[in-house]
């Protein structure tokens, strides 16, 4: 079903929002950000919501720490406002949608540590140095078949995981090259894209859950590496 006005707007406190894998249909609600002013977490991801941009009126959420909007039909490009809105983001995964055009500056999201990008239609000639700062994690690009550029200087070394199309995008360290077919090491991402499971530890989605070296170990506990290209 829908997520419907009335039942946002007696959420007037809510902080922690999480839909993620259900059935809903309809428009992405926009009163979120009117209605739930306090939201800090919001995962709306794998719904299937009408095709549409990212609400304008989410540029209002500005206590965001986490979002994820995966699989949702997300379509337009990237607002600028991220850069300026949402700038306590510690995650921010747009992954499998139609988003396209450049990646904007988000140079000023300093305590990003997760930005899923993966599988869209962005593009970009200069990806580096407007993505985050030190505290950047996981870095995840792959199949944008548009996107060019280069990643050697302002990431390898420093973020731990880095997928991309390495046809297009220079990227020596990177743990996972992919084309618009497929990726190599699908065993290594889908863990880290798909452990939602360990996500809800308590109340708030728990650092140690994404951390790569947990989430490459198998299911008798042994790590299986990060691959390479």
Known sequence: GIVSNDFISK???????????????GPMNAML??????????????????????PSEYEQLKNL?????????????????INTSWTELRLLDLASNGLDGEIPDLSNL?????????????????????????????????QNANLQGNLDGDYCGNVDV???????????????????????SDYNFNRLEHEDGNWADKFERSDYSFDPQLLYKDDQGNNSGGGGN
């Open 162 to 184: 880095i997928t991309t199309d390495c046809a297009t995008v220079q990227c020596t360290c990177c743990d996972t090259c992919c084309d618009a077919n497929g990726c190599f």
């Open 65 to 81: 720490r986490e979002i994820s909007m995966d699989k949702t039909n997300r379509n337009g490009s990237l607002p600028a406002w």
């Open 110 to 142: 300093k305590e990003l540590r997760f930005l899923m990008l993966q599988q869209n239609s962005l593009s970009s000639t200069a990806i580096a140095p407007t993505i985050g700062g030190d505290k950047l994690a996981v870095l995840a690009l792959h």
């Open 11 to 25: 959420l007037t406190e809510l902080q922690h929002l999480d839909l993620e894998n259900n059935k809903l249909t």
């Open 33 to 54: 950000a009117t209605a739930c002013p306090k939201l800090r977490y919001l995962f709306m991801g794998q719904n299937e919501f009408l095709e549409g941009p990212i």
